[in-house]
């Protein structure tokens, strides 16, 4: 209950400012409504979910390095003072705006399936998928893409050397950090997966198995060698030198399938964005092997045409329309989606205006149609909740949304010994055998099975919306198949509702992802609200807080950046 009384404070004091002030000067016009944020600043900012990576972040701002110097700073020293999901074990997407070309880029550095990987390599005899393999176990991790994704970004957009943007993870890691409460929390919650492994539970846990308490300092030795290894050799020390040695012979140990050869075929993709447009905005996010960017454009396509701003935020008709809009998308996804590579996704059939307006008329406006009585459609011709995303914004106009993840908190819990590493257990996303969900609960089949270098479908939603062709709104969210729709409601709720990025970080949401059939809905709805949806059908499910997201708004030359309250730890901050 307390949690829930301090989950509201802030919204409604913001509130109430925002209508002091409001009354003071007389106006409220949309731009004072939409300004307020907790941390401001005229020169960048920088929001993560950790604070110490933030400010490693501002730091190089401060310095006069670019967003994406701070960015690849972050990334590397989230891996230390956030090791749930910040990694270098695992993979993810950056989305880039360079304000000299004006272009944007999405980095692909998605885990890959080892070239041995099989289709059929979590089912059991009898075909029964099993779980310990793909999500607990040395085999549910793909080759990772973290190390080769953080260094071809500093190398290409960066002005940075990767010694440079590396030391503060190194200082980190060798100096130790001043272990916060979330982190003693996070630990303590995942002690039984961390333990089963004596290289991990030696650096999470103190020798006589006891948990590290806030304030006390944690160091890691090992993590910290690699990341020198990395300053000194750069990538290839990962991938074709000393630690991918280690991490090779650690696979071979515990029955794991990375081999050498693997890591020294990783390759990061750089892809074309998909994007689309919202309201006169132009929305960037990423494309396949995500399905963040396509079904959140798809989601938002079908809602243009709908007058939500007037049915307003948080309301029975607006709550419903995004219910139907969630489950079409969805549903979509479960067929259509996969590794472009392997795959043929129809995106552009699946972004068209044209293809939103035929699923819109599906929707009946008063009723939830059952999930059963909904198939993925065809789209005209012509994608733990424990990721982690961070937003920077620099004072030359450039904008990174990155958003990478071990998939579960700890990954597969993992270490590969000596490297201090902790391994991705991301091979849980792949369709283990169709028709059966994964962690999240999501169905896929062909499309997204399981082959040899193929990387996993995802749902991690780095997006970057423009007005005015400057970037306006820099957001995503971690959390399994909810990233897509939590990155939707940050864009409903500040282009239609026009909310502070505060509110609209801060709102209650709703999640629907076809199957199962349930509407999640976080707490701070009105009762009644909840009642009218009941009645029209849908299986409403109190859940969890669900997503955190990093969120940077600049208007009129003034940064507006709010972590998510959801998550302790995080940090925006400006400079
Ligand atoms: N591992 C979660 C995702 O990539 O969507």
Redesign the pocket.
């Given at each position: 209950m307390r949690r829930r009384i301090s989950f509201w404070i802030f919204p409604v004091s913001v509130v109430f400012l925002i209508f002091l002030a409001a009354c003071m000067h007389g106006q409220r016009d949309s731009a004072s409504w939409a300004v307020l944020s907790p941390a401001t600043a005229v020169n960048g900012m920088v929001a993560t979910q950790e604070s110490l990576a933030t400010q490693v972040g501002v730091q190089i701002l401060k310095q006069g390095g670019n967003a994406v110097d701070a960015a690849v700073a972050v990334g590397f020293a989230l891996a230390v003072t956030l090791p749930q999901a910040g990694n270098l074990g695992g993979g993810g997407f950056m989305m880039v705006h360079d304000a000299k070309s004006g272009k944007q880029v999405a980095i692909d550095y998605?885990e890959t399936a080892p070239a041995s990987a099989v289709k059929d390599m979590y089912l059991d005899a009898n075909g029964n998928v099993v779980e310990e393999r793909s999500r607990f176990s040395a085999l549910s991790a793909g080759v990772p893409g973290t190390v080769a994704g953080l260094s071809l970004a500093l190398e290409r957009y960066g002005t940075l050397t990767l010694k440079k943007a590396l030391a503060p993870a190194i200082r980190l890691a060798e100096e130790g950090i001043v272990v916060t409460e979330a982190l003693t929390t996070s630990l303590e919650k995942h002690r039984e997966t961390l333990i089963r492994w004596p290289e991990t539970a030696k650096i999470f846990f103190k020798a006589d198995g006891s948990s590290y308490a806030p304030n006390e300092v944690l160091r890691q030795k090992d993590l910290a060698k690699s990341l020198r290894k990395i300053a000194e050799e750069g990538p290839a020390a990962f991938y074709n030198g000393s630690i991918g040695e280690k991490l090779a012979a650690d696979m071979r140990q515990q029955g794991g399938w990375i081999t050498r050869e693997d890591l020294r075929n990783y390759r990061v993709k750089i892809r074309e964005p998909v994007r689309g447009t919202y309201r006169g905005h132009e929305i960037v996010s990423m494309p396949p092997p995500?399905s963040?960017g396509i079904h959140l454009i798809q989601i938002l396509n079908i809602l243009e045409s709908e007058n939500i701003q007037v049915l307003g935020a948080a309301s029975p008709d607006t709550l419903h329309l995004m219910a139907e809009s969630m489950k079409l998308a969805y549903a979509d996804r479960s067929l259509h989606l996969g590794d472009p590579e392997f795959w043929k996704v129809p995106m552009r059939g699946l972004i068209s205006k044209t293809y939103a307006r035929k699923l819109g008329q599906l929707i009946d406006k008063k009723r939830a149609t059952p999930a059963e009585a909904i198939k993925p459609h065809n789209p005209v011709p012509y994608e733990?909740r424990e990721?982690t995303h961070f937003s920077v914004m620099d004072r030359y106009g450039n904008a990174v949304s990155n958003t990478y993840?071990l998939?579960f908190s700890y990954g597969s819990g993992i270490v590969a010994a000596g490297t201090g590493i902790l391994l991705n257990n991301?091979m849980d996303?792949f369709s283990a055998k169709p028709g059966v969900p994964n962690a999240?609960g999501l169905i896929g089949g062909q499309a997204n099975a399981i082959e040899p270098g193929k990387r996993?479908?995802?749902?991690?939603s780095p997006t970057i919306v423009f007005r005015n062709k400057k970037p306006f709104l820099v957001t995503g969210s971690p959390g399994?198949?909810r990233?897509i729709t939590t990155t939707l409601q940050i864009i409903l709720n500040v282009i239609d509702h026009e909310m502070s990025l505060a509110d609209a970080t801060h709102a209650a949401r709703i999640h629907h992802q076809w199957l199962p059939d349930r509407l999640e809905v976080e707490p701070g709805f009105a009762p009644e609200t909840l009642k009218k949806l009941k009645n029209r059908g849908h299986r409403v499910e109190l859940t969890e807080p669900f997503g955190s997201t990093q969120s940077i708004l600049k208007i009129e030359g003034r940064f507006y950046g709010a972590s998510d309250p959801r998550r302790k730890g995080a940090l925006a901050l400006g400079h």
């Open positions: 998605r995500s963040g733990s990721t993840t998939n991301e996303d999240y996993p479908l995802s749902s991690m399994g198949s990233i």
